[in-house]
């Protein structure tokens, strides 16, 4: 076959790789799907009926938000994913940078992971939005270059773009068992890198200078952002390389990739911990600021909305956890136990990066009163159809990416680097 | 003069302008027809529309042709303004068929319906209003929140209210947190002191920095406006604003037509859509014609001033050179040009009077 190297072939190949699989591969998808279009439904038939059906019921109103909490839980988890997103990339700066061998291996699922990830950033996007169709015109056609909003868009679909060549070149390179040209990494690397820290730092931008939101008033917010998305990032690629190596015949990863991997997720976290001090001090000790005091009240003892408090302490305390366990040597050498000091960062991230970062600063309002935000079902069903959307898109990216990883690192019979 | 019969359309603008070129075909083809060839009974059309030159209506009212045709929004506001009149007699038929044509519904839906006009009437050139109020004289009766809605079509359904009337400790005031919104009618009470909030016009406004698609800006006149068409419902100028003035329309907005305010601004009072911002234009539709806000106007205790901050004889600067102008949250940077001060005539609190041996109504 004359064009067997080519793009094109390159693309049928993660098509036909993608939907070729196990019955166990089938159901999984399956079941991602269901819950796709179940989302999906009740975002355009029930939620947005009124503007995309102009039907009298259904609205926003549906949500649990209102004139005093206007942004709930689609925006708390696109900040969380966004962080993950960012950190996508720190596999690749990690490999070719340090030119280490075995992470090479698996750069391309952080690619992968990053693609999945601001799927779903952007979806939460569109489902929030009172008026997408009108916002996919508008956002090109009149656009504010001093709103913060526009300037996530252009980094979160530029970072998403740059993701979706990394991942093609990979795999175009790696299927046909050839490294990856010098010539294509350099300048990737050069330009990839800086939007990994950048999205995650616009979104920051977003909320962090607004006088309105005194909770957000703070300059560490950004760092903050980066810092837990280095440890949430990270900590899910783990866990998906856990998994991996579970289920799929003949691959495995070195486990010093999971150790060095580790180290940076117990580092990025103890930054982070450190940064929720630094705040909790600014907070406590001196503010004068009689409304972020209130919103912190909210945020670490939780008067009117115990979640908040659960969460932030949640953080604090899986966090303290994970950070130690990931320093015990009996526990980070084994590839078990750091999946599960993974999973107690994930989870500690969550609780750190959602609900905990938007809320607190809508509770008290700008005008002082509180009204208890509680998601409502409907939140809930669009948020869970919009994260399996995410989470099919990466089992779809990660299956052929995987056989393109065993194809050029894994021949049989042979011994590989 | 008059141009053939004005059947809809016409307001206080033009009337469409096909429309009326028909009509003014029409008067002009029988006045000639019978002027001159009385005695001949058919006139070759095409002919004779050959021979005509086209007239535009422009030119026949005398209006200026760059505010007429210039001005896309004027353009949108008639086009607003035809399809509020089609929905609004749709919504009246529905009240007539339901309550008779006799019902006062059905009269009072048909009559709004006639009535409404859609301006796009543009800011005065070197105007600033400005609005005050009098924190000593404000009895929180709510007057001035129930004017608005009435005057601005706000969503009855929603319970989309533009002015929040705050009640606070009158002597542990120092900043909005422990404010009562939902005080019920008792007020005024003597321990209390009562801040309406509504939109601040800013100098320099938040929420049309953050703006992903410039869906609001500031007028000229200093009158901070939301294009309902343009609006994406993202929410980031209500999460900006530190007044809490924005209000969203959660849900499909609903008002009565024959509640209808049919005196319309096409940035200021048309009825919205659903998932758009809105929030207070210091009724824009009024101001701009030269009037005050319903809340000045309604106000039972005339706590409310407003006025052309320019203008030397403007009773806002009056106020402004007698009592001093107050900003709420100077520290948020924003420069708000709607102000609070504290007027003279303060009623003296009741066991004051009553120990002096004066007559003290209750609930005055």
Redesign the interface.
């Known amino acids: 076959m004359p064009r067997q190297d080519g793009w094109w072939e390159t693309i049928k190949y993660i098509i036909v790789e993608a939907l070729k699989g196990s019955r166990r591969y089938y159901l999984a998808a399956a079941g991602l799907l269901l819950l796709t279009i179940y989302g999906l439904y009740l975002w355009i038939f029930i939620q947005h009926a ?2 995309f059906l102009g ?7 549906l949500t649990g ?4 909490v ?2 709930g839980l689609y925006i708390s988890f696109f900040v969380f994913w966004v962080g993950v997103a960012a950190a996508g990339i720190a596999f690749s700066i990690a490999a070719y940078v340090f030119n280490h061998p075995e992470f090479k291996k698996i750069a391309v699922l952080g690619e992968v992971q990053a693609i999945s990830a601001l799927t779903i950033v952007l979806m939460l996007i569109v489902v ?5 169709i ?2 996919l015109f ?2 090109p ?4 270059l ?5 300037w996530d ?1 252009i980094v979160i679909t530029t970072y998403l773009l740059i993701n979706l060549v990394g991942a093609l070149v990979t795999i175009h390179y790696y299927r046909r068992d050839k490294a990856l040209p010098k010539k294509f990494l350099v300048p990737f690397m050069v330009i990839a890198a800086p939007f990994a820290i950048g999205i995650h730092t616009v979104t920051a931008f ?2 962090q200078a ?4 005194p909770i957000w008033n703070s300059p560490l917010l950004a760092p903050r952002y980066v810092a837990t998305a280095f440890a949430a990032g990270p900590a899910i690629l783990l866990i998906a390389l856990y998994l991996a190596e579970r289920y799929i015949e003949g691959f495995s990863v070195s486990i010093e990739v999971y150790k060095k991997t580790l180290y940076l997720v117990a580092g990025a976290t103890i930054v982070g911990l450190y940064f929720t001090l630094s705040e909790a001090h600014e907070i406590f000790w001196y503010t004068t600021e ?2 972020k005091w ?1 919103q912190a009240k909210e945020l670490f003892y939780g008067p009117h909305l115990p979640y908040l408090a659960v969460l932030t302490w949640l953080w604090i305390g899986l966090g303290v956890a994970a950070v130690i366990l990931a320093l015990i040597p009996s526990t980070h050498n084994s590839k078990g136990a750091i999946a599960f000091i993974s999973l107690l960062v994930v989870v500690a991230v969550i609780a750190e990066k959602t609900l905990t970062i938007v809320i607190p ?1 809508y509770e ?6 509180i009204r208890p935000y509680h998601p409502t079902p409907i939140e809930y069903g669009i948020t869970l159809g919009v994260h399996a959307l995410g989470l099919l898109i990466y089992l779809l990216l990660a299956k052929p990416a995987i056989k393109a990883i065993m194809t050029h690192y894994f021949k049989p019979g042979a011994h590989h680097h | 003069m008059s141009v053939g019969p004005r059947r809809e359309g016409s307001g206080n603008g033009s009337p469409k302008v096909d429309e009326s070129r028909r009509n003014l075909l029409k008067a002009m083809a029988v006045g000639a027809g019978a002027a001159a060839l009385t005695s001949v009974a058919a006139v070759d059309k095409e002919k004779f529309k050959k021979a005509l030159r086209k007239v535009s209506i422009e030119d026949l009212l005398g209006v200026p042709a760059d505010v007429e045709a210039g001005s896309t929004l004027e353009m949108r506001a008639k086009k607003k303004e035809k399809e509020l009149k089609e929905w609004c007699r749709k919504e009246a038929e529905k009240i007539c068929q339901e309550r008779g044509d006799a019902s006062e519904d059905c009269k009072l839906a048909r009559q709004k319906c006639d009535l409404i006009t859609v301006k796009a009437t543009p800011a005065k050139k070197g105007v600033r209003y400005a609005m005050a109020l009098d924190v000593n004289k404000c009895i929180g009766c709510r007057r001035c929140v129930y004017a608005c809605v009435m005057e601005n079509n706000q969503a009855r359904n929603l319970g989309i209210e533009w002015i929040r009337v705050l009640e606070l400790d009158r002597m542990e005031f120092q900043d909005l947190l422990g404010s009562e919104w939902y005080y019920g009618n008792e007020a005024p009470k003597k321990e209390n002191v009562y801040v309406p909030i509504a939109c601040m016009h800013c100098e320099n406004p938040p929420c049309v920095m953050v703006c992903p698609v410039k869906a609001t800006w500031k007028e000229p006149d200093g009158i901070v406006v939301v294009d309902y068409d343009v609006c994406i419902g993202c929410r980031y100028c209500a999460t900006a604003c530190p007044y809490g003035a924005r209000r969203f329309n959660w849900a499909k907005p609903y008002v009565p037509v024959q509640e209808l305010n049919p005196n319309m601004h096409i940035l200021g009072n048309v009825p919205r859509q659903v998932h758009v911002m809105e929030k207070c234009t210091w009724c824009i539709q009024r101001t701009r014609d030269g009037g005050v806000p319903a809340c000045v106007e309604a106000c039972p205790v005339g706590a409310r001033v407003f006025g052309d901050l320019n203008d030397p004889n403007s009773p806002i600067r009056r106020i402004a050179e007698e009592y001093g102008l107050f900003v709420l949250k100077p520290e948020a940077g924003t420069k708000p040009r709607f102000f609070y001060f504290f007027g003279p005539s303060r009623t003296p609190p009741r066991e004051e009077a009553k120990s002096e041996g004066k007559e003290v109504k209750e609930n005055a």
Not at chain 1, 55 to 61: K, M, Q, R
Not at chain 1, 210 to 213: D, F, K, N, P
């Open positions: 009124p503007v039907t009298d019921y259904g609205g926003l109103i938000m209102n004139d005093s206007v942004w929030d939005l009172g008026r997408p009108r916002a508008e956002m056609l009149l656009p504010n001093r709103s913060m909003l526009d868009f977003i909320s607004l006088t309105a939101r009689p409304v209130a600063a008290p309002s700008t005008l002082g009163e």
